[in-house]
Nanobody, 120 residues
Framework: QVQLVESGGGAVQAGGSLRLSCVLS????????VGWYRQAPGKQRELVAE???????TYADSVKGRFTISRDTGKKTVYLEMKSLKSEDTAVYYC??????????????WGQGTQVTVAS
């Protein structure tokens, strides 16, 4: 099992910045990738950014050029640097980690979420 704890959410004015952090613990050696998802009220949860152990990164089109995902392996922490925030970025942000276990079974782990509110 892998546990994830997010922090860094809050309220900010449009155009501002926030940095989210996610600390991983437990069997982190089983993790192949980490990512950030978000869910706005009345909407489905969507992928914001993902980073594989290879270093390959994926971003949602809506955040490209504004958000950056990074990972401090030594501190077992994943970051999401968010700049030029817009009101439509308002959502609960979730940290996620996944890995492929024996039998090619994908295991997913989620944090509890942290609220980001962007005032226009």
């Amino acid at each position: 099992q892998v546990q994830l704890v997010e922090s860094g959410g809050g309220a900010v004015q449009a155009g501002g910045s926030l940095r989210l952090s996610c600390v991983l613990s437990g069997r982190t050696v089983t993790v192949d990738a980490v990512g950030w998802y978000r869910q706005a009220p009345g909407k489905q949860r969507e992928l914001v950014a993902e980073m594989h152990n290879s270093g390959r990164k994926t971003y949602a089109d809506s955040v490209k050029g504004r958000f950056t995902i990074s990972r401090d392996t030594g501190k077992k922490t994943v970051y999401l640097e968010m700049k030029s925030l817009k009101s439509e970025d308002t959502a609960v942000y979730y940290c996620q980690a996944w890995g492929i276990g024996s039998g090619y079974v994908k295991h997913e782990f989620w944090g509890q979420g942290t609220q980001v509110t962007v005032a226009s």
